[in-house]
């Protein structure tokens, strides 16, 4: 799995955007793009829902703490990695999901939560944990931290390559370099194509990060066999609001290009390639379509304290039939004041909700059919004809949501 932070579908070519990837694009042609990929408004939250197979819509990557605190992932959520036996795991860069749940050091969290390696790690941002920039950054190692002058995407590429070729059976390996996270700025030379136009303001050194950041996925991809190999790259959230063209319809909010995100397969079990689903499907599914073809055992039912909402791609991408979710599930801080969540249908309905002061309740809510509507410019929740569709939906989304 290699996780894009802050990219959403929309700035991607691929998706009609302005940005082209040519590795990410290759990829597709050899795979599958799913079009009606989600993920959660903000980073942590979908960390957690890759990595435990659940909804998750609230803050839980509290950074450089030993102590956990009362929304961060417990030892009794099932990682990824302890479902699938028989695999090295590794965790590769950006962690953001706190403290360890076992009482030991910060710096031991990925560890403790079933991987074998934690590599070219950061707790969460490369300003975290008295980090500066993405070259004066704090690397973990074996439990350990110390002040780092690499440039941190390519470090995290580098101890990925490195993993890769480890001998013995098989691996799972989540990549997740902090690209394109501010700080915005323009990637060394040697990871953009000659003569690369310069980067005169914020957006265009965002696009250059992009692109950076699609030679690294290169740079992976070249330890792979694809014949071998299930590869999934995922988005964890939208665009950031100062690179957006919309601030407050952007990453942090519920509105499309805060949620809807890159979602690529390739390899493994894809049959066929430059295929292109409308399977409804969330980050979440990653956690079981990793399980289902890495032949893992899923939780003992009640081991787990949240219900498991994931659902496998594996046939989809074999080219059978499979209508994926009814229903998913997106949010960001609920429960805490101005919390965003919202509820998209596998009709194009979709239902946002605003809890603004903090208290679970929705105080705003706007309805929208992105059937009809995909740029979210029409609020339905006053139509008549929408009515029984609004009560279900808020119905399901208050039971569903953590």
């Given amino acids: 799995m290699f996780v894009l932070d802050d990219v959403a579908a929309t700035d991607l070519a691929l998706h009609g955007g302005p940005v ?22 903000t980073c942590a939250p979908s960390r957690r829902s890759l990595l435990t197979g659940h909804w998750w819509m609230t803050g839980n990557g509290a950074s450089c703490v030993d102590v956990a605190e009362p929304n961060s992932p417990a030892a009794s959520e099932w990682m990824l ?53 993405y070259t004066n950054w704090m690397r973990v190692e074996l439990c350990r ?21 480890e001998p ?21 030379e040697e990871l953009l194509p000659a003569g690369y136009p310069p980067t005169v303001d914020t957006r265009s050194r965002y696009e250059a990060m992009l ?10 991809l070249g330890e792979v066999d694809l014949e071998q190999t299930l590869v999934l790259v995922v988005g964890d ?3 950031p609001p100062d690179v957006a063209p919309d601030p407050l319809r952007a990453k942090a909010t519920t509105f499309e290009r805060g949620i809807r995100v890159p979602l690529i397969a390739a390899g493994g079990p894809v049959l066929g390639g430059g295929r292109r689903s409308q399977r409804l499907t969330h980050i979440v599914d990653l956690w079981a379509t990793a399980i289902e073809w890495g032949q893992g055992s899923l939780p003992v039912p009640g081991r787990t304290p949240y219900p498991i909402r ?17 229903y998913v599930l997106a949010g960001n801080q609920w429960g805490v004041p101005g919390g965003d969540r919202c ?36 609020d339905l929740s006053s139509d008549p004809v929408r009515a029984r569709w609004l009560r279900a939906l808020r119905a399901v989304l208050a039971a569903e949501t953590p």
């Fill in 211 to 220: 692109v950076a950041l699609d030679g690294l996925l290169a740079r992976v």
């Fill in 310 to 326: 994931a659902r496998s791609l594996v046939s989809t991408l074999r080219g059978q039939p499979d209508k994926g979710h009814a």
């Fill in 343 to 378: 509820i998209l249908a596998a009709n194009g309905l979709k239902l946002r909700q605003l809890d603004l002061d903090g208290d679970r309740i929705p105080e705003h809510e706007e309805l929208y059919d992105l059937a009809r509507d995909p740029g979210e410019t029409r």
């Fill in 168 to 188: 013995g059976g098989p691996k799972l390996t989540i990549v997740c370099p902090n690209l394109a996270h501010e700080p915005f700025h323009r990637p060394p």
């Fill in 81 to 133: 990695p302890e479902l699938l036996p028989g695999h090295l795991s590794a965790l590769v860069g950006k962690w953001h999901l706190g403290a360890s749940p076992v009482g030991r050091r910060w710096e031991c969290a990925a560890l403790d939560q079933g991987f074998d390696r934690w590599l070219a790690g950061s707790a969460a941002n490369v300003q975290s944990c008295a980090g500066q920039s």
């Fill in 145 to 165: 931290e110390r002040r780092s002058g690499e440039y941190e995407p390519l470090a995290v590429a580098e101890a990925a390559r490195s993993f890769l070729v």
């Fill in 20 to 41: 082209a990837m040519p590795t990410l694009e290759w990829l597709a042609q050899q795979g599958v793009v799913f079009e009606r990929a989600y993920a959660n408004p």
């Fill in 237 to 239: 959230n939208g665009t």
